[in-house]
């Protein structure tokens, strides 16, 4: 089924031509995975809304295993991004487990929250540094990058072409593309915590607008997995009202 997917994906955008991703110059990779997940409507969408479920590992220990039976994901992109993991547009992540929240993150183009209510400082900056880096990618080809070619891999067992980008500000993101459909199926990156990479998987083409979206992804830390998310619906360009992106702290006890 997986296959089906991607060949009509790729049909769709007639992105990938035989032998594209086998040359030596970075730039043309990442044009070729530009192209094959959407093309300018990819590299600039106005918003996301994903759902599904996800397994969750505290510190990827198995003991201290959950699952998270809704959740959500809201994004609205930057038309623009020079730094590749910090804060920028709007988003908002949702975890709970039945009625239980496990946990929330936000960010509203101003301040950040978690499930407590609006964060500050240090930690606001610390929390989001692991959690962006994927989208820089749909600026590299633009002015003030930098892209390196790296030594070729296999990802799920899939061979990758393996392309760093370095952002304006001098901050490195790695990236492996699927040598034969140019899917985007791993992002890497230095966090406080650690490496930190996400695997990608089961992708689906959304015609409407016409972009390719994976409906897996699974986080690692220092190698650890510690989440395992499976999107079941994807809606692109859909309007979002600002107020999903601002957490409220929960309602005090009465006394």
Known sequence: MRMIWMGLALCLCGAVQAGELEGSDP???????????????????????????????????????????????????????????????????????????????????????????????AAASREWSEAFGFGIIRFALDEGFRLQLMADDLVDAQPCRVVK????????????????????RRVGFDTPRGWHERIYSDFRWLDDPGFQQPMRVRLYYQGVKTNDIQWQEARVNQPIDAAVFVIQPPASSPP
């Open 27 to 121: 730039a043309a990779i990442v044009a070729a995975a530009h192209r094959a997940a959407g093309g300018e409507v990819w590299k600039r969408p106005l918003t996301l809304h994903l759902r599904g479920r996800a397994e969750l590992w505290q510190n990827g220990l198995a003991e201290a295993h959950s699952v998270a039976d809704h959740y959500e994901m809201w994004r609205e992109f930057p038309s623009w991004n020079a730094a590749a993991h910090q804060a920028n547009g709007k988003v908002r992540i949702d975890a709970r487990q039945g009625t239980r929240v496990l946990f929330q993150q936000s960010f509203d183009g101003e301040h950040s929250y978690n499930q407590n209510g609006r964060i500050d400082g």
């Open 165 to 184: 980008v370095i952002d304006p500000s001098g901050t490195e993101t790695v990236f492996a593309i699927d040598r034969d459909s140019a899917a985007i």
